[in-house]
């Protein structure tokens, strides 16, 4: 990449970022807005500093509960989606089921396993939760990987006398881990948003959700303070796992 | 059938009797893709299918390697029954798309069929040194398929299909999405590669030239329903190389083979039948 196509790639957004915040320190102060409707932007950068310590720990709490869902979640779903590629049986009575728990929504599910199995001292719905959204969105992705094999492929493998579990680890297997990690790069931001919105109903007092919660009644600039911890933790997930899929895409087709 | 007649048996690599194929049999999409076909391909000959498309020549390759079950009729090869001979791996299969697997590299795609055979690792790559070295590909072994030209990959599948020492080569239009110069080159390879390893070939082409330069015979087809209208010798004399292509007798060939098309293509139309 040339000079001139960094500063066009990483230049240009942070100008424009770099002038938004501008733009919103000058609305705040030019019509004097309170910091209780909406905090300036250097208000909230000072609070962010202030309480760093605590801010990183609700951070270290949610990013935790994304992180074990997350790993959870990819564990199920590709164990799933081998059962029903290999067992054709197994397909027809899991998929509907996963379709109808997808559509549970999460503010149902977690005020339920909170009150009904966990008690509310546990960070194991939120986990669950998490793992749920994310089981999904793997077990279908990586279904379709499995299943989409060139038919030139399955050709040679019958012309091999392949056995059905050989063709699944030596075909269906190799080509669906290009799938697995488009699901990754799509399931880990939702990893977040999921663990932040299952802290938001109830359980535990941690996590940047209740954080967020707890400040609401206070000055507004706290709890901006842990939108940029939210932020942080999403973008930190979203970069690690797309990272991952480029990693292997480039290992995969680099000519 | 008596104990004498099994020796004259096993010498036939490919045996093919009053095989048919139809395709969603009592729906109206019903195709008939072959209608009583009969062929013979005797131990080390090479034998090319040609034809319209939709005169089953792709349909008659898959019913020899067991990959569809013929509606009627009996498929034999190397004197066993076509499902046996798939599960004794008695063939070795190319097509058109190499059909190489993307996330392997040229050395573990050989090496394929033999880890499926439970073959033994050290011979496994003993083996795959031997092909590499077949196709003329010895310092590719360890690139992956897409740093290969489109002629090295059907190289590489070609030396796939041969890995564990098949007597029989299958091949569906293997050159078809090769350019010109690169295919007339694969043909001569391959036309020493089975002459190195004796091995019997049956090639689906759409190629007079390729069907005549590389056969000892043509059998060609028709459309509507797929069957068999002619078969034609190709004796050209001598070892095939470059220059056959200059011969007049290669020429008298390709004429033959071409009115014979045309021929099959008549009747269909006198039957009304042409399906083009």
Known sequence: ?255 | MTETSEPIDVTRAVEVIGASMVFNDGTPARVAALNDVDLVVETGDFVSLIGPSGCGKSTLLRLIANLLDPTAGDVRVNGKPAAQARLDQDYGMAFQKSGLFEWRTAAKNIELPLELKGWDKRLRAERVGEMLDLVKLPDRGSNMPWELSGGQQQRIAIARALASHPPLLLMDEPFGALDEMTREHMQSELLQICAATHTTVVFVTHSIPEAVYLSDRVVVMSAGPGRITDTIDVELGGTRNEDTREKDAFYGKITEVREALRGSEMTGEARGIEDR
């Open chain 1, 1 to 255: 990449m040339t000079a001139s196509g960094v500063v066009k790639r990483v230049g240009s957004p942070l100008l424009f970022g770099v002038a938004f915040l501008g733009v919103w320190e000058l609305i705040v102060m030019a019509f004097d807005i309170a910091p209780f409707t909406l905090p300036a932007p250097s208000a909230i950068w000072s609070a962010f500093i202030e309480r760093f310590d605590q801010v990183l720990e609700e951070t270290l709490v949610t990013g935790k509960n994304a992180l074990i869902g997350f790993l959870l979640g990819i564990v199920f779903g590709v164990l799933m989606s081998l059962l029903t590629v290999r067992f054709v049986g197994v397909e027809s009575l899991l998929t509907p089921l996963a379709v109808a728990v997808n559509a549970i929504p999460i503010v149902v599910i977690v005020p339920i396993l909170n009150n009904m199995l966990f008690g509310t001292t546990s960070q194991v719905p939120r986990r669950l939760m998490v793992m749920l959204i994310v089981f999904f969105v793997v077990f279908i992705n990586v279904s379709k990987g499995l299943r989409q094999v060139s038919a030139t492929h399955l050709e040679l493998m019958r012309s091999y006398a392949a056995t059905p579990w050989e063709i699944l680890l030596k075909v269906r297997a190799p080509n669906a881990v290009g799938y697995l990690f488009t699901a990754m790069r799509i399931a880990a931001p939702l990893a977040v948003i999921t663990a932040f919105v299952a802290e938001y109903f109830g359980g535990v007092q941690s996590g940047l959700a209740t954080g967020v919660r707890n400040s609401l009644n206070g000055s507004k600039d706290v709890t901006w303070a842990y939108v940029i911890g939210a932020s942080v933790l999403g973008l930190t997930f979203y970069l690690v796992s797309s990272g991952l899929e480029r990693l292997h895409g480039g290992k995969q087709n680099s000519g």
